[in-house]
C-alpha cells in the first residue's frame, strides 16, 4: 500500500477556539495510540493536506488549527460529519521521563503542548509547569482547561498585548521566566521561530544544559515520511528525526532559526 | 556468466527484445540524445545521453496512488546513473508507485570506454558495475555481456573469454586515464556551512532549477491536489521550496538555497548513508546556463 495514501475519517465535532484557531475532533479510524509531540498529514481530497500536531487523543483525534494558509483555509469552512482524510502519526516526539518538564508554549504551541499535559496527567505525573504566551487574551486557546490545570500544576500566562480585562502578566513569554520553578528540568518549548530562539537564549542563560532543551520544530512538509526532502534542518528530517530535537542535535545548524 | 554478441547480430538482438518487450534507449531527437522508445534494432546508439533515464522510474509528474506499471528494458543506461538508482533506493524505495517500477523495468548498463565532456564518474565508482542485471562493454566487433540474469539470455549470444574481458576491462581503464579524479578526501567532514562560492554563485545563478532536473540523484518532490493528488519534482533553488505558511523561509536567498543543494550532495546525505549524493555523471555542469559546476565546490574544499 501506498504509505502517502490517506486513511477515510470524518469530522466528528468542530468548534472556535479563537478567532482564528478552530478545534476538529476527528474519528481515529488508525486506532493507535500517538506519543505526545507527534503529528498527522491531515488530508482534504482534491486541495491537499497539512502536517498538524495532535492535541489530544482520547474520544477521537483532537487538532487546533490556525487558518494561515491555503490547506487551513479550506479546513476552517468545514463542516461536522464532513470526510477527512488521515495518515500518521509521525514522527519522534516529546522524551517520557520522570523528571520536571517545563513547557513553553507560544501561540499554537499550546495545543502540542496539551498532549505532553495529558499524557502526563494521565500517569498520574504533575511536575509540570506550563508557561503560555500569546498575542492578546482574546488568542488565547483552551481557556477553561487552564483553569483546570491551574488546581493540578503551576501556570503562568502571558499576553503581548492586553485589554482592558486583563490583570494578568504582559510582554513576550520569557518576561515569565522568572517563575520556572526548577531549572535541571527538561524544557519543552513550542511556537514560533523567533519565540524558541530567545527562549533558548534565555535558558542558557539560565545555565540550562543544551541535552535538556527539546524544541518542536516546523518547516515546509510534504510527504511526512522523510522521502519528499522538503523539512531537512541540517542531515535531519523534521518528519521523521523530529518534529522534536534534542537542542545539543541541532545547535550548531545554521538555518535553525530564521 | 559471460557472453558476447557481433555488433550485427546486436541489432538481431534489440529486435528480438522489441518483440517481447518495450524497449527504450537513446535516441536523437533535434540536436540531443534522449532516452526514447525504440521501433526496431537499427535505431540504437550507445551514447551518453542530456538527461539520465530517471524519469523512467521516477516520472516528473506523476499520479499518486496508482498500480498500473508496465514492464520495459532501457538500452544504453550508463553507470553513473544505474548508481544513482541504487542511491534513489535508500529514499524512495518505501515509496511504492517508485518500487513498483524499479521492478519491472530492466536497465542494461552500457559500460563507457571514454570519457564523456562533464562527468568524474571516476572520482566515485567509475564506469563498470558490480550489480547489474545486463553489463555490456564495447570490445571492437563484439559487445562482452556480463548478466547473471537468464531471461534475457538469446540464441545470438556466442561464448566468450577471458580474453574478451581483459580487452573490457582495459576499454574501461581508459576512461580512469582520461578524466580527472577529484580528492573526495574527508570531504563530508571538511565542508563547512560557510563557504565564499555561494555568494558567487548565487550572484549569476538563474535559479531554473535545471540542475536538480538532470540530476540522476535528486529526488525531491512536492505534492499537489488537483482533483486527484499528483506529486511533482520539485527544486531546492527555487525560492518556494522551503516557504512555510504566511510567507516565513528559512533560506529566503539564493545563497542558502545553493548551499542547501551542495551540502545536501556532499555532506548531509553522506552523514544520513555513508556515500555522496552524487555519481559524477556531470550532467548539471553540462546543463547550467551560468557555469556553476560541483567540482569547483569540491575542490574549493580538497584543492
Known sequence: ?258 | MMFKISKKNFQNYVDFLIGKYEVWGPKKIGSDYVFSKLNNGQEFEDVRTVLSPKDLIYPPNEKLFEDNFKEIIVLGVKSCDYRAFKMLDDVLGIDSNYSMRRRVVHMFNFVCTEPCKFGFCTTFYGPRLEEYEMQFTDIGDYYLIETNDLRFVNDLFEKASDDDLKIALEKSKNVYKKMQKLNMDKLSEKIGWENPLWKEFSQRCISCGACNFACPTCFCFDVYDENDRYREWDSCILAGFSKLAGNANPRPTLDLRLRQRFLHKLKFHYENFNYYLCTGCGRCIEICPVNIDIRDVIRSVNP
Open chain 1, 1 to 258: 500500500m501506498n504509505p502517502m495514501l490517506p486513511l477515510k475519517s470524518k469530522i466528528l465535532d468542530l468548534w472556535d477556539e479563537t478567532d482564528d484557531i478552530k478545534s476538529f475532533l476527528i474519528e481515529d479510524v488508525i486506532n493507535k495510540k500517538p506519543l505526545p509531540g507527534q503529528f498527522y498529514e491531515l488530508s482534504l481530497s482534491g486541495l491537499g493536506e497539512v502536517p498538524i500536531s495532535f492535541a489530544s487523543w482520547e474520544d477521537g483525534l483532537l487538532f487546533s488549527i490556525k487558518r494561515a494558509g491555503k490547506i487551513t483555509e479550506y479546513l476552517h469552512r468545514m463542516k461536522k460529519n464532513d470526510e477527512i482524510g488521515i495518515r500518521g502519526p509521525y514522527g519522534k516526539g516529546f522524551p517520557i521521563t520522570d523528571k520536571f518538564k517545563v513547557l513553553i508554549a507560544g501561540g499554537i504551541g499550546l495545543p502540542p503542548a496539551r498532549s505532553v499535559i495529558e499524557h502526563s496527567l494521565s500517569n498520574s505525573d504533575n511536575k509540570i509547569q506550563l508557561l503560555y504566551g500569546a498575542r492578546s487574551p482574546r488568542d488565547l486557546v483552551y481557556k477553561e482547561l487552564l483553569n483546570e490545570w491551574k488546581k493540578k500544576f503551576d501556570v503562568k500566562i502571558t499576553v503581548d498585548v492586553a485589554d482592558d480585562n486583563w490583570s494578568g502578566h504582559v510582554g513576550v513569554v520569557t518576561k515569565i521566566f522568572n517563575y520556572i520553578k526548577n531549572t535541571d528540568s527538561f524544557f519543552y518549548i513550542i511556537g514560533p521561530t523567533i519565540m524558541m530562539k530567545f527562549a533558548v537564549m534565555e535558558l542558557k542563560k539560565m545555565n540550562v544544559p543544551d541535552e535538556n532543551i527539546f524544541l518542536s520544530m516546523e518547516r515546509r512538509m510534504k510527504c511526512g515520511i522523510g522521502i519528499c526532502g522538503h523539512c531537512n534542518i541540517g542531515k535531519y528530517y523534521v518528519c521523521k528525526d523530529g518534529p522534536v530535537f534534542n537542542y545539543s542535535l541541532i545547535k550548531d545548524i545554521p538555518e535553525l532559526f530564521f
